[in-house]
């Protein structure tokens, strides 16, 4: 019997999350005509993040990766999420899911790029040895 570990906990939150990429993708799919293409960007993305390994064989995640950048990134200061008539609408739960997805996206990136510099300053020269 399997342990309930910090990795095992760590997969079944990335589960969660992604399963509410595609639901919220899905069910907000008509709700965001100031691009239509915040939707189907977490139900793309959350399909390719489900299934690994066909998006490690598929080169194009990091096209989506990019282009969801754009869409939801450039809706931002120009978004309305309270006039579902009007061309800048995207319903609020859609688009801020979006935009908080694709941000914790960037600050984990960054903190992990932080984490791995920090480890390499940190070992320079432990031991008195000499990693020139």
């Known amino acids: 019997m399997e342990v309930f570990t910090c990795k095992n906990a760590s997969r079944l939150l990335s589960f969660l999350i992604i399963l509410c990429m595609i639901i919220i993708g899905g069910v907000y799919r008509e709700n965001c005509p100031i691009n239509f293409l915040i939707p189907i960007y977490l139900i793309v993305y959350g ?3 489900l299934v690994p390994t066909i998006g490690s064989i598929v080169h ?3 096209d989506q990766d ?3 950048n ?3 990134y450039s809706a931002y200061p120009v978004v309305d999420r309270n006039n ?3 061309p800048e609408y995207c319903h609020f739960a859609l688009y ?3 935009f908080t997805i694709t941000t914790l996206v960037w600050i984990t990136l ?3 790029l932080c984490a791995g510099v920090i480890t390499v300053v940190c070992s320079v020269g432990k031991d008195g040895e000499d990693m020139s």
């Open 66 to 68: 990019e282009a969801g």
């Open 84 to 86: 579902s008539t009007s």
């Open 96 to 98: 801020d899911f979006a």
């Open 60 to 62: 194009g995640r990091q």
């Open 110 to 112: 960054a903190l992990g």
């Open 70 to 72: 754009v869409w939801v």
């Open 47 to 49: 399909v390719f993040l």
